[in-house]
T-cell receptor, first 112, second 111 residues
Framework: QKEVEQNSGPLSVPEGAIASLNCTYS??????FFWYRQYSGKSPELIMS????GDKEDGRFTAQLNKASQYVSLLIRDSQPSDSATYLC????????????FGKGNQVVVIP | DVKVTQSSRYLVKRTGEKVFLECVQD?????MFWYRQDPGLGLRLIYF???????EKGDIPEGYSVSREKKERFSLILESASTNQTSMYLC??????????FGPGTRLTVL
């Protein structure tokens, strides 16, 4: 089983709609969870971190964590064309020292 | 703002050459990481360092070595470049248990 899985394929959403991304992880001991955004040809940039169960909101972004079910999700409200990117889920692993396991990412395309 | 810089954005080398990729961070972070990113394979950890002169292998260390002589600088070395090392190389840094911040990346092509 892969450490972090992001299974859904490219996601196309109309401008102004909500984009929903999901991520599952295998290590029950994981403590920290991150969502990175990566534009084509650029490096990943952090958009959200979450450490406890529940929701965390930051502007148009909401991260949701459910440790019992081992999933973390990201909602993008009022999607804008500038949100078109690949979103990477990352989770701390049992290796410690802040070594992260990354999912392969989900591509989001916002259609004007 | 955290700043992580990498020595080159684009690099073209020939098979068998020794290649040095440098990464510098200005936030006094203990941890530094080298990843490579390939289409369909995602981000894969090559090596990381949690202190000066300390290093640990990641998931794909073969064909690579690293050096960390100063806290702010972490170098990735390809001893003898091969075509299958053509990739995007990303450096990151963090505090212990903190968020990883990435540099802009180096797109390496080995001919």
């Amino acid at each position: 089983q892969k450490e972090v899985e992001q299974n859904s394929g490219p996601l196309s959403v109309p401008e102004g709609a909500i984009a929903s991304l999901n991520c599952t992880y295998s290590d029950r001991g994981s403590q920290s969870f991150f969502w990175y955004r990566q534009y084509s040809g650029k490096s990943p940039e952090l958009i959200m971190s979450i450490y406890s169960n529940g929701d965390k909101e930051d502007g148009r972004f909401t991260a949701q964590l459910n440790k019992a079910s081992q999933y973390v999700s990201l909602l993008i409200r009022d999607s804008q064309p500038s949100d078109s990117a690949t979103y990477l889920c990352a989770v701390t692993t049992y290796y410690g020292n802040n070594r992260l396991a990354f999912g392969k990412g989900n591509q989001v395309v916002v259609i004007p | 703002d955290v700043k992580v810089t990498q020595s080159s954005r684009y690099l073209v080398k020939r098979t068998g050459e020794k290649v040095f990729l440098e990464c510098v961070q200005d936030m006094d972070h203990e941890n530094m990481f080298w990843y490579r990113q390939d289409p369909g394979l995602g981000l894969r950890l090559i090596y990381f360092s949690y202190d000066v002169k300390m290093k640990e292998k990641g998931d794909i260390p073969e064909g690579y070595s690293v050096s960390r002589e100063k806290k702010e600088r972490f170098s990735l070395i390809l001893e003898s470049a091969s075509t299958n090392q053509t990739s995007m190389y990303l450096c990151a840094s963090s505090l212990p248990l903190g968020t990883q911040y990435f540099g802009p990346g180096t797109r390496l092509t080995v001919l």
